[in-house]
């Protein structure tokens, strides 16, 4: 099982990302999917989950402004990440439920 993230970078504040993420050898679409980052210094923490249903959970921290959302015909879960704050700086990683897989991380940082 291959988890491949993608779509980091620098933005300004109040700009906008999209990340990616191409599951490959895994039944993609009987998974739940989700997005975690973790800051220097802090723990990992869950941004945002979806079902294999399609229902979606989020962060407080970031409600309003990213949202989450899975392509199951290309096995591609994306986080389009929009009104960027500095404190969303961080390395994000893509995650299976129930398989504990782990994409490498994409570096997302918003300064100006």
């Known amino acids: 099982v291959q988890l491949q993230a993608s779509g980091g970078g620098l933005v300004q504040p109040g700009g906008s990302l999209r990340l990616s993420c191409v599951v490959s050898?895994?039944?993609?679409?009987?998974?739940?999917m989700g997005w975690y980052r973790q800051a220097p210094g802090n723990q990992r923490e869950l941004v945002a989950r979806?079902?294999?249903?399609?229902?979606?959970n989020y962060a407080d921290s970031v409600k309003g402004r990213f949202t989450i959302s899975r392509d199951n015909a290309k096995n591609t879960v994306y986080l389009q990440m929009n009104s960027l704050k500095p404190e969303d700086t961080a390395v994000y990683y893509c995650?299976?439920?129930?398989?504990?897989?782990w994409s490498q991380g994409t570096h997302v940082t918003v300064s100006s």
């Open positions: 995650y299976q439920f129930g398989s504990n897989y």
């Open positions: 050898g895994t039944i993609f679409s009987i998974y739940g």
């Open positions: 979806i079902s294999s249903a399609g229902t979606t």
